[in-house]
T-cell receptor
Framework: AQSVSQHNHHVILSEAASLELGCNYS??????LFWYVQYPGQHLQLLLK??????LVKGIKGFEAEFIKSKFSFNLRKPSVQWSDTAEYFC?????????????FGTGTRLTIIP | DTGVSQNPRHKITKRGQNVTFRCDPI?????LYWYRQTLGQGPEFLTY????????KSRLLSDRFSAERPKGSFSTLEIQRTEQGDSAMYLC????????????FGDGTRLSIL
């Protein structure tokens, strides 16, 4: 069975600070990895995804994530956060296969940016 | 907006009543998923469909829960004899069959059991 751990439950940063949110997964096979973001009152939106190839993936709004296979990690980074990045961030994983398999999510990290 | 649509947005009901939620996926998407999210947790998988066929059900889906996707388009999730523990946000997502495509989520239906 798959599992995802997000160690930071609530992160508070000032604007322009750098961000790194941790994500570790457990699964015996090849995986696809995702970061979703949920802004207040909105639906989950895809921030970025990794299927294969370059382990450093870039997403929307200046976010990036690096897949480190040996560490089973997929940490999310942004060099300089903005107040509008205040949201809940979810790391997710599914099995890498021909079909689009169910997602397993972490518990989420609430990010609060102080102006 | 041509995203995933869920109705109603919020449902309040008394314990023991039956409730039904509807999900309209993005039109060309042949896979449809239901997830449940409780406070402080990430979404948890419930079930998913490939067209009208229900391919997998989580053990979280007790026999009080049933989901259908009769014509391979919209889907319904019914909960019979609701319990306090059913209070949650019920999320629907859709995607193309292709494993290299992301899942797109709706706004969810928040269920509150009195």
């Amino acid at each position: 069975a798959q599992s995802v751990s997000q160690h930071n439950h609530h992160v508070i940063l000032s604007e322009a600070a750098s961000l790194e949110l941790g994500c570790n997964y457990s699964y015996g096979g090849t995986v696809n990895l995702f970061w979703y973001v949920q802004y207040p009152g909105q639906h989950l939106q895809l921030l970025l995804k990794y299927f294969s190839g370059d382990p450093l993936v870039k997403g929307i709004k200046g976010f990036e994530a690096e897949f480190i296979k040996s560490k089973f990690s997929f940490n999310l980074r942004k060099p300089s956060v903005q107040w509008s990045d205040t949201a809940e961030y979810f790391c997710a994983v599914n099995a890498h296969s021909f079909g689009n398999e169910k997602l397993t999510f972490g518990t989420g990290t609430r990010l609060t940016i102080i102006p | 907006d041509t995203g995933v649509s869920q109705n109603p947005r919020h449902k309040i009901t008394k314990r023991g009543q039956n409730v039904t939620f509807r999900c309209d996926p993005i039109s060309e998407h042949n896979r449809l998923y239901w997830y449940r999210q409780t406070l402080g947790q990430g979404p948890e998988f419930l079930t998913y469909f490939q067209n009208e066929a229900q391919l997998e059900k989580s053990r979280l889906l007790s026999d009080r829960f049933s989901a259908e996707r009769p014509k391979g388009s919209f889907s319904t999730l019914e909960i019979q004899r609701t319990e306090q523990g059913d209070s949650a946000m019920y999320l629907c997502a859709s995607s193309l069959w292709d494993g290299n495509q992301p899942q797109h989520f709706g706004d969810g239906t928040r269920l509150s059991i009195l």
